[in-house]
């Protein structure tokens, strides 16, 4: 008997990992087809996971009494500290992330997390996940950033998964990034960066801080640049929402899909090769690293100029110092957040300003 094909279970969400239990667990498992009936969890042991603004998660390994059901599942709940939990459900990022998982996971051809189970709570913004755990893979550090090899085989899978929704209908929760032109990320950013200026002004370099302050009055001309063809972005597509396994056979795991959106492909692209390399070696390595994502968009079928993908790929260079500058004042405050934030910051400004990207915002 064959086993049963993978299902996300619609579960009820609720606000404290605490009360993940073996029964619940086991419950949810076997609906989703990851045990069998009469299989059962007898024990768990769960440890806080990662380093998320957003969300909190929460290990779970498994003891089984019968039956070879997974050894350990990964639990997403929102965020503990209270102002990073409210913008969460405010900016609308855990319904997002729910239903990205429930309708669209499952087909991307983009290695993700298995999702078991999902639930979102209307009223209360609560949300629970409950994922395929991915050890043994490492996860990325903002910090350090990752190789070119590393950002390479992100994007072959990025152009592949975007060529799946490349100029095509998409479900009515999920969100066009420059549908109001530009009015509410851009009052997102000129209300946050004076306040980030002064926070990190005496950890960034002038020519970041001045990157910083010139986008302000042209920050609009970003969004509004937007136009089709439009698919699917992850948003935050940055080394500390990568988990990498090792290997003959490399791979990148893409997690934390709370900013998923629709808008032009090439904003993930140059996000993630901006905000995970240094400059130094983004900059001898940049021209190959396009190449390779345009090529990877035409062998999936995507019929799209080399010009016209360049030119939208320069314009957002923006996307993630808009990123950095929001996120930064919008969720709990760390060193190794401040540390990241700073990091962040200096690599988009460069990025920005090698690819000379104010000029084409009006």
Known sequence: MSAPAPVTVPVRPFREPGLVTPGRLTEVLVAAGAAA??????????????????GHNVRYELAWAGGSGPASVVGK??????????????????RREVAFYRELAGALPLPVPRCYAAGYDESSGDFVLLLGDAAPARPGDQLTGCTVDEVATVLTGLAAAQAVHWDR????????????????????????????AE?????????????????????????????????????????????FTDGPQPAVTVVDWQTVQLGPGPSDAAYLVGGSLPTDVRRAREAELFASYHDALRAAGVRWSRDECWRSYRVNTVAGLHMTVVGAMLV???????????????????????????????
């Open 37 to 54: 009936p009469g299989d059962r969890v007898d024990a768990v042991t769960a440890t806080p996971l990662g380093l998320g603004k957003l």
């Open 199 to 243: 926070r990190f002004g005496d950890l960034l370099s002038p020519a970041a801080l001045g990157v910083v302050e010139a986008l302000r009055t042209r920050i609009r001309g970003w969004v509004r640049a937007d136009r089709p063809p439009l698919t699917l972005l992850h948003g935050d597509l940055r080394v500390d929402n990568l988990l």
């Open 77 to 94: 709940f929102p965020a503990l500290d209270e102002r990073s939990r409210h913008t969460g459900q405010g900016s609308d990022a855990y």
């Open 332 to 362: 709990a405050r760390d060193g190794r957040g401040d540390a990241m934030f700073v990091a962040m910051a200096e690599r988009h400004a460069a990025h920005v300003t090698d690819l000379d990207a104010l000029t084409l915002l009006s």
């Open 169 to 196: 209908p998409a479900p009515g929760w999920l969100p066009v990034r420059g549908a109001d032109g530009g009015r509410r990320l851009g009052a997102a950013y000129r209300l946050t960066a004076g306040a980030f």
